[in-house]
T-cell receptor, first 114, second 114 residues
Framework: AQSVSQHNHHVILSEAASLELGCNYSYGGTVNLFWYVQYPGQHLQLLLKYFSGDPLVKGIKGFEAEFIKSKFSFNLRKPSVQWSDTAEYFCAVNAPSNTGKLIFGQGTTLQVKP | DSGVTQTPKHLITATGQRVTLRCSPRSGDLSVYWYQQSLDQGLQFLIQYYNGEERAKGNILERFSAQQFPDLHSELNLSSLELGDSALYFC?????????????FGQGTRLTVV
């Protein structure tokens, strides 16, 4: 069965620190990859997505992610975090391609200290 | 605001009872998804509908059922409720039922079974 693994469950950073959240998936075929963010009390919002093409994907709010097929990874990065980035981050994979269902990782809670 | 509306926002009910959660997709979206978010299981896909027909099924219990109506709104029915059914239930919608499509999430319905 497909699965998504997020390495860090809880990350604490100071403002201006760099962020990298790990995500690995287990599926050998074509995949579509997503990062969603859930701010406290709010709905899941899409940060960025990868369908094909350039493996370095830029999203909203200064986030980016790199798809490395050989490593089955899709890590999320941000050079300098802000207090407002405090939220829960979910990596998700969409496969097989004939449905739109998403398989989510367990999520990473990011706490940014001012 | 994602454009996906879920009602009610909160629901408290007793074990053994039956509840109905409602979802209105974004205008123009034909596909609806239901997800369950709990502390121990994380975000799990339950079921997907497209234009009134079931498209994909996840780990949805037999006590749970869903449908999508001609006006494209969807309802998730949970019966014979158990304490372990307490969770946040998200609805999402997308234009297409397949991959390569972004899903937009509602704010969720928090169900508490006492």
């Amino acid at each position: 069965a497909q699965s998504v693994s997020q390495h860090n469950h809880h990350v604490i950073l100071s403002e201006a620190a760099s962020l990298e959240l790990g995500c690995n998936y287990s599926y050998g075929g074509t995949v579509n990859l997503f990062w969603y963010v859930q701010y406290p009390g709010q709905h899941l919002q899409l940060l960025l997505k990868y369908f094909s093409g350039d493996p370095l994907v830029k999203g909203i709010k200064g986030f980016e992610a790199e798809f490395i097929k050989s490593k089955f990874s899709f890590n999320l990065r941000k050079p300098s975090v802000q207090w407002s980035d405090t939220a829960e981050y979910f990596c998700a994979v969409n496969a097989p391609s004939n449905t739109g269902k998403l398989i989510f990782g367990q999520g990473t809670t990011l706490q940014v200290k001012p | 605001d994602s454009g996906v509306t879920q009602t009610p926002k909160h629901l408290i009910t007793a074990t053994g009872q039956r509840v109905t959660l409602r979802c209105s997709p974004r205008s123009g979206d034909l596909s609806v998804y239901w997800y369950q978010q709990s502390l121990d299981q994380g975000l799990q896909f339950l079921i997907q509908y497209y234009n009134g027909e079931e498209r994909a099924k996840g780990n949805i219990l037999e006590r749970f059922s869903a449908q999508q109506f001609p006006d494209l709104h969807s309802e998730l029915n949970l019966s014979s409720l158990e304490l372990g059914d307490s969770a946040l239930y998200f609805c999402a919608s997308s234009l297409r039922p397949t991959a390569n499509t972004e899903a937009f999430f509602g704010q969720g319905t928090r169900l508490t079974v006492v």
